[in-house]
């Protein structure tokens, strides 16, 4: 089946740093990706939608100073989370969609868990 | 306001026995839902997915019904195994191909 990395895994900052996080789709093109966040014990939460080489489409509530997206590519988004705080402190998932085979199916990353001290 | 629930936070089920888990939604018009599911520090993994027009999906020991007027679907896992045990989000197919996720059940096949 089709494979989304994201690194890194896990990524431990100080308050006030910025941290990027890529979203690659390894076997096929991604038009669209999707950035979440998940929160322990809480449903995925969908931050932004990304189109490769246009501007992403930001979910109520989800500043996009702060978590800044760029999708260059067809196969790599990335995901800046800017001046970060312990709040900013979750697990973030990016999903690749996609279209062969006319299935409206999202291949999900494996996470990146970022803790903000 | 929008809504979707999953029965409960968690279920505990003997192994080989059939798991039951139930996905409601309220002010929502999805056009295909799906069941995903999520490894502890994993993302999630796509399972099936059902269309607005379809009644029921199976896929070996799964099987998803949608019941639209119900606003309904249930997953079904038969002949359940230890390995089954994780949690199981569904996730309603909204416009522009958004996705928007239950909280997810936690099951729990015990041997």
């Known amino acids: 089946g089709a494979v989304v990395s994201q690194h890194p895994s896990r990524v431990i900052c100080k308050s006030g740093t910025s941290v990027k996080i890529e979203c690659r789709s390894l076997?096929?093109?991604?038009?669209?990706m999707f950035w979440y966040r998940q929160f322990p014990k809480q449903s995925l939460m969908l931050m932004a939608t990304s189109n490769e080489g246009s501007k992403a489409t930001y979910e109520q509530g989800v500043e996009k100073d702060k978590f800044l997206i760029n999708h260059a590519s067809l196969t790599l988004s990335t995901l800046t989370v800017t001046s970060a705080h312990p709040e900013d402190s979750s697990f973030y998932i990016c999903s690749a969609e996609n279209l062969s085979g006319g299935q409206e199916t999202q291949y999900f990353g494996p996470g990146t868990r970022l803790l903000v001290l | 306001s929008q809504k979707i629930e999953q029965n409960s936070e968690a279920l505990n089920i003997q192994e080989g026995k059939t798991a039951t888990l139930t996905c409601n939604y309220t002010n929502y018009s999805p056009a295909y839902l799906q069941w995903y599911r999520q490894d502890p520090g994993r993302g999630p993994v796509f399972l099936l997915l059902i269309r607005e027009n379809e009644k029921e999906k199976r896929k070996e020991r799964l099987k998803v019904t949608f019941d639209t007027t119900l606003k309904q679907s249930l997953f079904h896992i038969t002949a359940s195994q230890p390995a089954d045990s994780a949690t199981y989000l569904c996730a309603l197919g909204v416009w522009n191909n958004d996705m928007r996720f239950g909280a997810g059940t936690r099951l729990t096949v015990k041997p």
């Open positions: 076997d096929f093109q991604a038009t669209t």
